[in-house]
C-alpha cells in the first residue's frame, strides 16, 4: 500500500497595509469610530425626544371599535323584582344576554398646566444641546486618542527597528567571532560572549514586536478596522509650534451649562404640579345592539367635559423633589467650578511639558549627532585594526539607541502638542 502524500496547503496571500498619514487617520475615525457613532445616535434620540414631549401639549385624537356581550343579574336583587308585580314571571326573561356595538372618537386636550408642558419642550431641547456638546467632547476624546496611537505605533516601530539593527549587528558578531575562533585569532572566550550578545537581543526583539502588534490592534480599534488589519503609517515631521495658540470655549463646560439650565427649568416643572391644570375631554360615537343601526340616528352618544384638577396636599412630595432638584443644581455649579480650574491647570501644564520636550528634542539631536560621530571614527579604526568587532558592536548599539531616544523625543513633541489643543479644546491637526 503506497502512503498517501500530504496535503497541499494553500499560502495565505499576505494583506496589503492600508497606507495612512496622521490626517487621513482622524478622517477615518470621525467617520467609521464606533464611540463617534453611538454619540451621534445620543443626539438624534435627542431629537425625538423634542417631538415626543412636545406631543403632550396637541391635541390627542382617537377612533376606537368596541364588541360587547354580556348578562346583567343587578336587576335581580333589587327590591323591585321583589314585589308582587312579579310574583310568577319568569325572571330569566329580564337577564337575557345582550350585545352591544359602539365606535367612537375621542378628543383630548390640555388648557393650562402653568407652564408645564412648554418648560417640558425647552428642557427637551437644551438636552439636545447637552447631547450636541457631548458629541463634540467624545470627538475630541477620540480624534486625541487615535493621534496618541498614531504616535505609539511610530515609537514602536522605531523601537523595532532599533532591536533588529541590535539583532543583524550581534549575528554578523557571532559569525565575525566563529571565522576568527577557526583561525585561531579569537578565543572560547570571545565566542561565549558573541552567543551571550545574540541571546541577549532576543527578548528585546520579541518584547517589541509584541509592544508594536498591540499598538497596531490599538489604532485599528480606533479607526473602526479589525485588529489584525496590517497598517503603514507616515513618518512625522518636527511640528511646527505656535507661540500663542488660543482656544474655544471647551465642550464640556457647556455641557454643564446646559445641565444647569435644564435643572433650573425642571424646578419650574416640579412647582406647577402644585397648580391647578385644566384639560378638555370630547367623545362622540354609536352605540347599538344591532349592527344595522351602526351611524344612524338616534343611537348616536357623545360627551364632552371641562376638568379642573385643584391640588390640594400631595404628601409633600412635591416638595421634596423639588429639594432634590435644587441639590443636583448645588452639584452641578460645583462640577463646573472644578472643572474650570482643572482646564486651566491642563493648560499651563501642556504649555509647560512643550518646552520640556522642545529641550529633550533638541538634547537628544544632539546626543544622537555625537553618536553618529563616534560610530564613523569606530568604524575607521576598526578598518585600521585598532579596536575589535565587539567595541565596533558597542558603537552601533549606542547609535541606535540614541536615535531611538531622538525618535522618541520628537514624538513627546507631538504628543505635547496633542495635550496643549486638547486642553484648549482643539483637535489635533
Request: aromatic share 6%; net charge neutral.
Amino acid at each position: 500500500m503506497l502512503p498517501t502524500p500530504p496535503a497541499q496547503v494553500a499560502e495565505t496571500p499576505a494583506q496589503t497595509p492600508l497606507r495612512f498619514d496622521l490626517k487621513s487617520a482622524l478622517a477615518r475615525a470621525k467617520e467609521q469610530n464606533a464611540l463617534l457613532k453611538a454619540a451621534a445616535a445620543r443626539v438624534e434620540e435627542r431629537r425625538g425626544l423634542i417631538i415626543a414631549t412636545r406631543a403632550d401639549a396637541l391635541p390627542q385624537f382617537n377612533a376606537s371599535a368596541d364588541f360587547t356581550r354580556n348578562r346583567d343579574v343587578s336587576i335581580l336583587n333589587s327590591s323591585f323584582v321583589d314585589s308582587p308585580l312579579f310574583s310568577g314571571f319568569d325572571k330569566n326573561t329580564l337577564v337575557g344576554a345582550r350585545s352591544f356595538y359602539t365606535t367612537q372618537f375621542s378628543l383630548s386636550q390640555p388648557i393650562f398646566y402653568f407652564g408645564k408642558l412648554n418648560s417640558a419642550v425647552e428642557v427637551a431641547k437644551i438636552g439636545q444641546q447637552e447631547a450636541q456638546a457631548a458629541y463634540t467632547t467624545a470627538e475630541l476624546d477620540t480624534l486625541h486618542g487615535v493621534a496618541k496611537a498614531y504616535l505609539a505605533v511610530l515609537g514602536a516601530e522605531a523601537q523595532l527597528d532599533v532591536v533588529a539593527v541590535r539583532l543583524k549587528t550581534s549575528e554578523r558578531f557571532l559569525e565575525d567571532v566563529k571565522s576568527k575562533l577557526e583561525v585561531q585569532s579569537a578565543t572560547q572566550l570571545d565566542l561565549l560572549r558573541a552567543q551571550a550578545e545574540l541571546q541577549g537581543v532576543i527578548p528585546d526583539v520579541l518584547q517589541a514586536k509584541a509592544d508594536f502588534a498591540r499598538a497596531l490592534e490599538v489604532l485599528d480599534g480606533q479607526l473602526g478596522l479589525d485588529p489584525s488589519t496590517p497598517l503603514r503609517l507616515e513618518k512625522l515631521p518636527v511640528p511646527d509650534i505656535p507661540e500663542d495658540l488660543q482656544g474655544v470655549p471647551r465642550s464640556e463646560l457647556d455641557q454643564l451649562e446646559q445641565q444647569e439650565k435644564a435643572i433650573g427649568i425642571n424646578d419650574r416643572i416640579l412647582s406647577s404640579d402644585l397648580k391647578p391644570k385644566l384639560d378638555f375631554n370630547a367623545n362622540y360615537g354609536w352605540q347599538v345592539n344591532k349592527t344595522d343601526n351602526l351611524f344612524h340616528e338616534p343611537y348616536e352618544t357623545w360627551r364632552f367635559s371641562l376638568t379642573l384638577k385643584v391640588p390640594i396636599f400631595d404628601g409633600l412630595r412635591s416638595s421634596g423633589k423639588r429639594a432634590q432638584n435644587r441639590a443636583v443644581l448645588e452639584q452641578v455649579r460645583q462640577q463646573k467650578v472644578d472643572l474650570e480650574r482643572q482646564i486651566q491647570v491642563q493648560q499651563q501644564t501642556a504649555r509647560r511639558e512643550i518646552q520640556k520636550s522642545l529641550a529633550l528634542l533638541e538634547a537628544a539631536t544632539k546626543a544622537h549627532d555625537a553618536g553618529n560621530e563616534a560610530l564613523r571614527v569606530s568604524r575607521e579604526s576598526f578598518d585600521q585594526g585598532l579596536i575589535t568587532s565587539l567595541d565596533l558592536l558597542q558603537a552601533e548599539r549606542t547609535e541606535r539607541q540614541l536615535e531611538s531616544a531622538r525618535v522618541r523625543a520628537q514624538l513627546g513633541v507631538w504628543s505635547a502638542l496633542f495635550d496643549e489643543r486638547r486642553s484648549l479644546g482643539l483637535p489635533p491637526l
